[in-house]
Nanobody
Framework: QVQLVESGGGLVQAGGSLRLSCAAS????????MGWFRQAPGKEREFVAR?????????VYADSVKGRFTISRDSAKNTVYLQMNSLKPEDTAVYYC????????????????WGQGTQVTVSS
């Protein structure tokens, strides 16, 4: 079992920045590939960013956030981050981190563990 707890969301003006954190506990964190997803009101959950695999192996981003968001990890702290710059009103959503064994995926259905989510609101 892996427990995930997100933090760092809030209200920010367009053009601003936020850094989300996802603290993991439970089973060996290092064996899991981590990703970030988001869900806006009335919309389906969508992929945001992820690592290629459990050891990192590179990163993958949704086209809508490429060049603005950066996913990173601190294995010593069992924490994954999402640095979000140049935020836009369309980035408003609840952001979730997720974990799945070994290999990352762009599809939420492939992930076994989810956090409770953190709200990000970007005002225009």
């Amino acid at each position: 079992q892996v427990q995930l707890v997100e933090s760092g969301g809030g209200l920010v003006q367009a053009g601003g920045s936020l850094r989300l954190s996802c603290a993991a506990s439970g089973r060996t964190f290092s064996n899991y590939a981590m990703g970030w997803f988001r869900q806006a009101p009335g919309k389906e959950r969508e992929f945001v960013a992820r690592f290629v695999n459990w050891s990192g192996g590179g990163t993958v981003y949704a086209d809508s956030v490429k060049g603005r968001f950066t996913i990173s990890r601190d294995s010593a702290k069992n924490t994954v981050y999402l640095q979000m710059n140049s935020l836009k009103p369309e980035d408003t959503a609840v952001y979730y981190c997720a974990a799945r064994p070994l290999i990352g995926s762009n599809y939420g259905r492939d992930y076994n563990y989810w956090g409770q989510g953190t709200q990000v609101t970007v005002s225009s």
